[in-house]
């Protein structure tokens, strides 16, 4: 398939992606480590606007430098050259206006469910009363159906409920930008298709602007205003970006009968198992 969907007259280079807002910003971005055999190229130039408020999904396969670009939006890495900027202020560091959301939970495990999202609240607005923060942390465990689980801990917990936990904990701080690292790839499919119901739900109420690495095409199809389609490392960049034609709010049936869906699916197919085939096929 060489030509674009009929379905989108969208699919630009990722230099044309929205700019007008300037909300996020990867300008220029490199990312080079040193190594024995010299230096190794992971990503290398790399361009995007993300608009405030958007819900952008990235996809490609391992080693294409995914996970090292949200990295740095988060602050937890930095570029070799270049910058990712917010409200045209360079990432420097960690900030709790940017949340992580890890495949792994990531929760304390001799805490409760609780005590996990009250830890963060608690470090993010030292200068609330105790019964603010305790009012805040059952707000968001209630909004992601938790709320008779919150005395339980991890391991009393499914995946799914640790997943709800890990967002409760995220959202509680009131990020601008949520950062999640392929938060279903862990779940079952039929608790993954409900965790992105609810994450859906949970964004259209909070409406951070969302970030998300996937190997699943049809979940970023479900989820995403555009998916960013990354090339091949080393040297990855991205290579298009794929505009979602969707309305909101979405129904997944609804969206699955669209023949756009399978036009857009197919390409995304294209791109990545043929014009970019890797030797490690993604799942």
């Known amino acids: 398939m060489n030509a674009t969907p009929a379905a ?22 490199s990312k080079i480590y040193p190594t024995p ?22 996809i490609g396969h391992s080693g294409c430098g995914k996970s090292t670009l949200l990295n740095m939006v988060s602050g937890l890495n930095q570029p070799t050259a270049g910058q ?12 709790p206006e940017r949340m992580v ?39 968001h465990l209630e909004m992601v159906g938790l709320s008779e689980a919150i005395h339980k801990k991890p391991d009393q ?20 930008v949520l950062i999640m690292d392929e938060p279903f790839g862990a779940l079952d499919p039929i608790t993954r298709e409900e965790m992105q119901e609810e994450l859906l739900k949970i964004w259209i ?28 490392g080393p040297s990855a960049h991205i290579g298009e970006v794929l505009e979602i034609p969707f309305e909101r709010p979405r129904q997944r049936a609804q969206v699955m009968k669209d023949p756009r869906y399978y036009e857009l699916r197919n390409y995304a197919l294209d791109f990545l198992f043929r014009r970019f085939a890797h030797d490690d096929a993604m799942e």
Not at 45 to 58: M, P, R
Not at 84 to 95: A, F, S
Not at 213 to 229: G, K, Q, S, Y
Request: hydrophobic letters at 40%; charged letters at 20%; a negative charge.
């Open 8 to 29: 989108t007259s969208n699919l630009t280079d990722s230099s044309l992606a929205p700019s007008s807002t300037h909300f996020l910003e990867f300008d220029g971005v």
């Open 37 to 58: 055999k010299g230096p190794y190229t992971v990503l290398e130039d790399v361009n995007l606007t993300v608009n405030e408020g958007e819900f952008v999904c990235l």
């Open 84 to 95: 990712v900027k917010l409200h045209n202020q360079r990432i420097t560091e960690p900030g």
């Open 101 to 139: 959301i890890f495949q792994n939970y990531c929760l304390l495990p001799w805490k409760t469910a609780y005590e996990n999202v009250y830890l963060a609240v608690e470090q993010v607005y030292p200068n609330k009363s105790a019964q603010e923060r305790k009012e805040i942390t059952l707000e």
């Open 157 to 176: 917990l499914s995946g799914g409920m640790k997943q709800r936990v890990a967002i409760a904990r995220a959202l509680a701080t009131r990020p601008e």
């Open 205 to 232: 109420d909070h409406r951070a602007t969302v970030l998300m690495i996937t190997h699943d095409i049809d979940e970023a199809l479900f989820l995403a205003d555009r998916l960013v389609m990354m090339t091949n």
